[in-house]
């Protein structure tokens, strides 16, 4: 393992030095992220009506300082563009006024540059032939620069300089402050006669700006989106609406200024009002098609596309839950657009955004979106990132925001060690009637566990070694507590919680079945478990796809696949018969007709295409597909396929590197992968043969070949 | 004492009350100040070029929000403006879109409104015949309303309420955001060719926007400003500049965009470029001429009325240093401001803004201005802000950001209990040849001593029991070790310092000094400090206005009026001598011609109109009219006036309630206070008289007379 990851980063430093050509914009790292997070979650509206998160937002430093050496091989010019006012020193030497081009000499030199903007990100674009802005220079937001009488600059300053933040702004025009998501004209499918009005429909659920073509006229005129067309028609309860005050002489195509989500569109105008077509500008995130899935039911991969259209919606500036609401970033949420995203898009910058948005910045006085075990979720993200990336990178750069947030978990510890909600957490855990949170629930304990040990893996992986002791040694104190105090032997089971010390009779199925993949138990147990909890029908049932993710992958770990194929057909299926293009925040195959679309005591609160709702793409790309890396970017990675009620199934999965290739039928298995040291691992009824290599029986009517980079293996075998 | 600050409360919340019947835009408290001082401190150039602060710079919170309970008196209509996107809540219930007004109906409710800004602070202004924004309304940065599945909201959300911020923003169309300091046209007195171009004289140092009139032409000019004659010329070293391309086909006045420091202005320019004359636009805060002094000595008149134009001019959005340099917000600069500000404008509102910018956000990470000693002078200002003004509602509004502060003090003690420069600490006392900053120096434990009694004063104040107790019984700590580690009994005097745990050999002014206004003393102990250190030339001498403020006042304590005057008249009457327009940075009378100008290494770093050169304002106020509160906002104070070398004087000195008139002469004392219980205390050679009051003799040639309120008193008596 150790030298796996040591070539691994050898790999990686080399792409560094290339990158280091090109100049792109930098930032003090998070800045950026913090402030474009504010714009985005500030666009929500409801009803018309302007609807902000109800959590601290925090701000970029407005005056931070960049500096970087450089060993000049020759006499260059370098062009300096910044957003805010700015100052340049060379070698120490402050040059005059604000210059776009300084002449630098051959040489080592240092080049400071001081860049002030109170209402945008201080941000610097540098180029030249060989000294350009890029990842490595670095930052600070007081360089405690101070001279003595005589003119002496201070020498003990103290300064914190860290790498600086920087995403895609490559150009020195693409200002960072002037980002926007790109847009496509995109066409109605219906437009039809409706009560006193027009309704439109899209075809599917769709997220961006309207367009109403050859717009004549004068007077009201509202709007009424929906993603049923119930919600469009209800004109009194839709959740989201416009309502404009036309003033057109002449014809003109006009397009909203703010986004909205829908399928349906309903208008109504006062007479005197007039246009000919609806259309609407697609707003999305650009994010390469790499991840793939194709089988031989075609309910299943209707699934899989909808689900993939779903992250695609949900994939916006961050990761957001849903797009008619709450378009904002929730850390439970995200956690799982980032799952789905390494079997899909694979795109790192996403996650470091979204991850970099939802930590914020000092003083840290309130959980995650306010949320207990969302603070908890982003820690458990950071390593999952690692793992699939291996961008060590980003540990670094992350690790003293880590430290800081699990200082005010620890900080708020109770006399026995654990985590209950004081005053203004909101222990969430999930959307379910009745669920308590009263006391020290164990989930919660459950996460902060994984958290601690989430925070000694990334403290290993830096060589901190004092904090990596510290942490592990509180992870492993409380993981103790964990079984001591919510283990109940006669229930075979984790119970909820511990209320005044004393354990509740109350199971749920949460922490037991995290239990399971966070693999806190022998294998008896976790049957134990199985057939006691998620077996166990007189356990209440989950009704979100936010939580039936985690217990599906729990029985997928169980070896429950074919029951979780059935389950995921069902569900998922199941809303795709209700005629869902888009998946849900939540369904109950209980509801019928409209009453599915009501939530939060509205009739149309229910968000339509939810983030959460896209699991099955994690599902099969892991558990079906059955590809996981075992080491950090898929330097050593686990192929080990299954064939559940398909035929046949095939799929690209992506790493660092490429995508990993792979078709199964029941008696030929095809894989390639461009990256690492792969097993494949497979059933079948006698030893499986290769051209490409061998396989090792390790068990009964189970067998492994290892798998070596870039070439194409094919396999004949006989599925049991 | 008890009783008369209840009787001060009663009448301040009456003033409260009567003001609420203006509207007033507000803000989260703190936000527009530090919103503010970045933008004022980040528009200081050095030779043209952008020159920011090097200490961390804060932002306002960028979603905040304001709600009040109303029981409104009859239906209403309010008009709401705001400095962001907002939405607006009426007894929970949200309003559609973004409402400009809005019926209110009889009765009692809650009204909340919700402000986003990220480019500026969100600020709010309502405005209704009863129902209006003012310094009642309630703000936070995080409301954490969340909602359960079934819409219900959270109910222990723990939030922090705060009152809102105001200043003066008191009509709907004065946006906090648009704010600017007025301006008015002044002409210059004098235009000479010399050199190669034009010098203009402005008469006296002064502060605002360049114009030049009936400017036509194209190519380049250069425009270099100077405290002094020499500066202006000297285009090579000049501190400030402004290089312009002028391309006028027509003439134009032309005013500059960013405000400087100057008493003579050089200008040169390429051929074919005209201008016929040069005045400028004099940017100031307006202040109400409140303290007055007069005497039968026109030098010591002419230090007085220098020293007040000095204050006038670095009284801005924020009391700054220096017009020149820095233009930046020094807590210990600052606090200086603040006393002379008592006996000249009592300009309360930019104390409070002061305060604020300096204290600027969580987290505090680092010393105000980076400087250990500046932190402890923030603490200070707030009490003598109390003593002065009785502005209780302040205290309040800053005590939870002074535990903040003091707690990181606290964290950085040594194992000693003493507060030493850790890396990043600038202990900077005063600028002083090779004075040492190692180790534990006594002069910071004595502020540091200072700042828990003041904690613990507040504490009081605030009836905060629990933290009274704490930070006395701290105080009481150090305050004894300062006695045990820095008394030396053979030099008579504390020592500088100690390194290693071992007293240094050095004594300087500045422990002993501040010892003696403290009251941590003997009356012995003092007279011997007097011998020993104060009037003791081996000593080091001070060279600073700065500290010479200071000294001079710890002379007074001592009874050394004379000496203090002598000395007053020898060293702000050597600056006059040289011409002086406003007071320096710093004066050394052994310098001569330029030389006085130079600091910093630089030919003409020296600041020429500096705050804390105008310290003569106090010392004649307090010492001299011999006017200081003795119980918060002047409810009762004592007026002991002391004629040095002078045959009368007189005065006034601005309370809450008006000013306090005094006339002095030699057998005549004419005095009247609009507010309080005053002590007349004078030295006379027999008993005196008054018609209006009876002398009661408490000392060999001393009486006291007790003042009321209203009465205009005359006194005959006979100056020793």
């Known amino acids: 393992m150790k030298k796996l990851i040591a070539t691994f980063c050898f790999t990686f430093a080399f792409v560094l030095l290339f990158a280091q050509q090109q100049a792109t914009w930098i930032w003090y790292p998070g800045d950026f992220e913090v402030w474009l997070s504010n714009d985005m979650q500030n666009r929500r509206t409801e009803r018309g009506t302007f609807f902000p998160p109800f959590w601290k937002m925090d701000s970029h430093y407005v005056l931070v300082e960049f500096h970087k050496e450089f060993d000049v091989p020759a006499d260059e010019e370098i062009h300096i563009v910044a957003e805010g006012k700015y100052n340049v020193k060379v070698d120490g030497k402050m040059l005059p006024g604000m210059p776009k081009t300084v002449q630098l000499k051959k040489g080592k030199q240092k080049i400071n540059i001081k860049v002030y903007n109170q209402a945008q990100v201080p941000a610097l674009y540098v180029h030249g032939k060989t000294v350009s802005t890029d990842k490595e220079w670095l930052a600070t937001f007081e360089d405690k620069e101070w001279i003595d009488e005589t003119g002496k600059a201070s020498d003990a300053s103290g300064t914190t300089y860290v790498k600086a933040g920087y995403w895609n702004f490559d150009k020195p025009d ?76 002449a014809t003109k195509d006009s397009t909203l200024d703010l986004s909205k989500a829908f399928r349906y569109v309903y208008i109504e105008h006062e007479d005197g009002i007039t246009f000919d077509n609806v259309s609407m500008q697609y707003e999305y995130l650009p994010v390469e098609d790499r991840g793939a899935f194709r089988s031989s039911d075609e309910e299943l991969n209707k699934i899989w596309e909808v689900a993939k259209y779903t992250m695609e919606l949900t994939s916006r500036e961050f990761y957001i839950d849903g797009i008619k609401r709450d378009r904002w970033i929730w850390s439970g949420d995200a956690y799982q657009s980032y799952a789905m995203n390494y079997y899909l898009g694979f795109d790192s910058e996403t996650v470091k955004r979204t991850i970099l948005a939802l930590r914020g910045k000092e003083p840290t006085i309130t959980h995650i979106n306010t949320i207990m075990d969302y603070t908890f979720y982003w820690f458990l993200s950071i390593y999952d990132y690692y793992q699939y990336t291996g961008d060590k990178e980003f540990i670094e750069a992350v690790y003293p925001r880590m430290q800081s947030l699990m200082e005010f978990c620890l900080g708020r510890r109770n006399q026995n060690g654990l985590m209950e909600g004081l005053s203004g957490d909101w222990v969430f855990i999930d959307w379910a009637d009745g669920l308590s949170k009263k006391g020290e629930v164990s989930f919660e304990q459950l996460l902060f566990c994984r958290s601690l040990e989430t925070m000694a893996l990334c403290a290993d992986l830096l060589q901190e070694q004092d904090d990596k002791v510290l942490y592990a040694k509180e992870a492993a104190s409380l993981k103790a507590k964990i079984f001591d105090y919510y283990w109940n032997p006669a229930k075979n089971a984790f119970v909820h919680s511990r209320i005044d010390g004393v ?177 494949l691992k497979i059933k079948s009824k006698s030893k499986p043969k290769s051209k490409q290599g061998a396989f090792i029986p390790v068990d009964k009517d189970t067998y492994t070949m290892a798998l070596e980079a870039g070439v194409a293996y094919e396999v004949d075998y006989k599925s049991l």
């Open 503 to 679: 354990q509740t009779d109350n199971v749920t199925r949460y922490t037991n079945m995290f239990a399971i993949f966070f693999d806190y138990m022998s294998k008896e147990q976790q049957q134990g478990i199985k057939s006691s909890v998620l077996l166990n029908d007189n356990v209440q049932k989950i009704m979100t796809p936010y939580m039936r993710y985690y217990e599906l992958e729990a029985l997928c770990v169980l070896g429950e696949k074919d029951f979780v194929m059935k389950e995921m057909k069902d569900y998922w299926g199941g809303m795709l018969k209700l005629g869902a293009t888009t998946f849900w925040e939540e369904y109950n195959p209980a509801k019928s007709g409209a009453d599915h679309y009501s939530m939060y005591g509205r009739e149309f609160g229910k968000s339509l295409c939810h983030s959460w709702g896209a699991s099955p793409i994690y599902l099969l790309g892991k558990y079906y597909l059955g590809v996981k890396p075992t080491a950090a970017g898929y330097q050593s990675y686990d192929i080990e396929p299954y064939l559940a009620s398909q035929e046949w199934m095939e799929g690209k999965v992506p790493t660092p590197a490429g995508e990993i290739d792979l078709y199964v039928s029941k008696n030929k298995i095809k894989v390639q992968s461009p990256v690492g040291v792969g097993t």
């Open 174 to 249: 693409q200002f960072p402050s002037q980002f926007r998501l790109p847009i496509r004209a995109e066409a109605s499918v219906a437009m039809t006669k409706q009560a006193k009005g027009t309704l439109v429909d899209f075809g599917k659920n769709t997220f961006g700006f309207l367009t109403l073509h050859q717009l004549k006229g004068n007077g009201k005129l509202s709007i009424y989106y929906g993603e049923s067309k119930e919600e469009a028609l209800g004109t009194a309860t839709c959740e989201t609406l416009d309502y404009l005050d036309i003033q057109h002489a």
